[in-house]
Antibody, heavy 122, light 107 residues
Framework: QIQLQESGPGLVEPSQTLSLTCTVSGGSIDSGSYYWSWVRQPAGGGLEWIGR???????DYKSSLKSRVAISIDTSKNQFSLKVSSVTAADTAVYYC??????????????WGQGTTVSVSS | DIQMTQSPSSLSAFVGDRVTITCRASQPINIYLSWYQKKSGQAPKLLIHGASSLVSGVPSRFSGGGSGTDFTLTINGLQPDDFATYYCQQSYSVLYTFGQGTRLDSK
């Protein structure tokens, strides 16, 4: 049973870079053609898809965040990572990592991490 | 990016009720629509993908329908565990987007 676990600093200063890692356990991150996504939810707000990385390393990003976001995959560590640069208070949220279903990237995300809270504050 | 609009934003219902949530896409998305249940402090849970395919283990009181731009999530016979926020999400585009959510609470 594959599991995901987010990790990273819970507090980031404004204008700095937010960095999170999602560690995959119970299976290999590159065993199959999966997309690995980052999703966030600000307090009192809805879910926002940030972007995704394929096991091949190709990426897609939400248009409004594209200039500040980078997602990468490290198959040797069974991890994928998120970086958001020039953060502001608007980036304060619970951040989730997730995997697309085995059926394909067009059929939702069926495995999720528990989420990690990141606050942007000085 | 494709915009997803859910209605209503919130609704109240009794245990045993039948409720329907709608989701509209800003452009046709075929059947590439998923529904999630989100409870406070928990990760989203995938309920339905491909607009109408129930994920294994999800109770059959949940059902989804629609194609193109208009979709529905119906819960037949609400149970106490169903009070949560529900989100639709399109994956027709490589740039996924979620609806704003529908909060379902107990009347």
């Amino acid at each position: 049973q594959i599991q995901l676990q987010e990790s990273g600093p819970g507090l980031v200063e404004p204008s700095q870079t937010l960095s999170l890692t999602c560690t995959v356990s119970g299976g290999s991150i590159d065993s199959g053609s999966y997309y690995w996504s980052w999703v966030r939810q600000p307090a009192g707000g809805g879910l926002e898809w940030i972007g995704r990385v394929h096991t091949s390393g190709s990426t897609d990003y939400k248009s409004s965040l594209k200039s500040r976001v980078a997602i990468s995959i490290d198959t040797s560590k069974n991890q994928f990572s998120l970086k958001v640069s020039s953060v502001t208070a608007a980036d304060t949220a619970v951040y989730y990592c997730a995997r697309s279903t085995p059926r394909g990237s067009r059929y939702g995300m069926d495995v999720w991490g528990q989420g990690t809270t990141v606050s942007v504050s000085s | 990016d494709i915009q997803m609009t859910q209605s209503p934003s919130s609704l109240s219902a009794f245990v045993g009720d039948r409720v329907t949530i709608t989701c509209r896409a800003s452009q046709p998305i075929n059947i590439y629509l998923s529904w999630y249940q989100k409870k406070s402090g928990q990760a989203p849970k995938l309920l339905i993908h491909g607009a109408s395919s129930l994920v294994s283990g999800v109770p059959s009181r949940f059902s989804g329908g629609g194609s193109g731009t208009d979709f529905t999530l119906t819960i037949n016979g609400l149970q106490p565990d169903d009070f949560a926020t529900y989100y639709c999400q399109q994956s027709y585009s490589v740039l996924y987007t979620f609806g704003q959510g529908t909060r379902l609470d107990s009347k």
